[in-house]
């Protein structure tokens, strides 16, 4: 029982480069999260989606691309990679009983060189 | 504007001691509030939650957090810091849109 995963671990990549990380859980949630974690700014919501085919943006979603074609699945693609996007990726699903009461994947360190 | 503010961005505590870390926070109704845990290179964990039962609400690990309307807070507390507390807390406001509001975090360090 994985719950929810996030792969790749870490990934360094160079500026421009297209880059997917990916989000899959198995508890059928129909909430899932995108948010990049970076010191000083503590965790913010990139995009968000509530159920499969619908999706929509956070805080901070440019230069980034979500689908959500199956509720299980959430891939973050990173069109044209920048060094501003560095950061911590955490994939997060709601239980459905409160907005805030998320489970959080182990997230994806991304370098951009 | 509804925000949520944790006062201190390091505590440290020598172990076996008590641990309080502070969360304030602007709503102009009553909101549901949360602390997370994130210990090192993992995701956050869910510590507790307060949604307008018991002003006093007990979580994982010992810890716990009152919620006093009169002084905006929400402070989590544990009687006895272990060094497994060693991580990240935050502090998470949800309000009726179902916005999420992330503090900035609190880094508890524990003496030996």
């Known amino acids: 029982d994985a719950g929810i995963t996030q792969s790749p671990r870490y990934k360094i990549t160079e500026t421009g480069r297209q880059v997917t990380l990916m989000c899959h859980q198995t508890?059928?949630?129909?909430?899932m999260f995108w948010y990049r974690q970076d010191l000083g700014h503590g965790l913010r919501l990139i995009y968000y989606?509530?159920?499969?085919?619908?999706?929509d943006k956070g805080e901070v979603p440019d230069g980034y691309v979500v689908s959500r074609s199956k509720t299980e699945n959430f891939p973050l693609t990173l069109e044209s990679a920048t060094r501003s996007q560095t950061s911590v990726y955490f994939c997060?699903?709601?239980?459905?009983?409160?907005?805030?009461?998320?489970?959080f994947g182990p997230g994806t360190r991304l370098t951009v060189t | 504007a509804q925000s949520v503010t944790q006062l201190d961005s390091h505590v440290s505590v020598s172990e076996g001691t008590p641990v309080l870390l502070r969360c304030n926070y602007s709503s102009s109704y009553s909101p549901s509030l949360f602390w997370y845990v994130q210990h090192p290179n993992k995701g956050l964990q869910l510590l507790l939650k307060y949604t307008s039962a018991a002003t006093l609400v007990k979580g994982i690990n010992g810890f716990e957090a009152e919620f006093k309307k009169s002084e905006t807070s929400f402070h989590l507390t544990k009687p006895s810091a272990h060094m497994s507390d060693a991580a990240e807390y935050f502090c998470?406001?949800?309000?009726?849109?179902?916005?999420?509001?992330f503090g900035k975090g609190t880094r508890l360090h524990i003496l030996p």
């Open positions: 508890w059928s949630h129909s909430y």
């Open positions: 997060a699903t709601d239980s459905g009983r409160a907005r805030a009461e998320q489970y």
């Open positions: 998470v406001v949800s309000l009726r849109d179902d916005k999420i509001i």
């Open positions: 989606s509530a159920a499969a085919d619908i999706t």
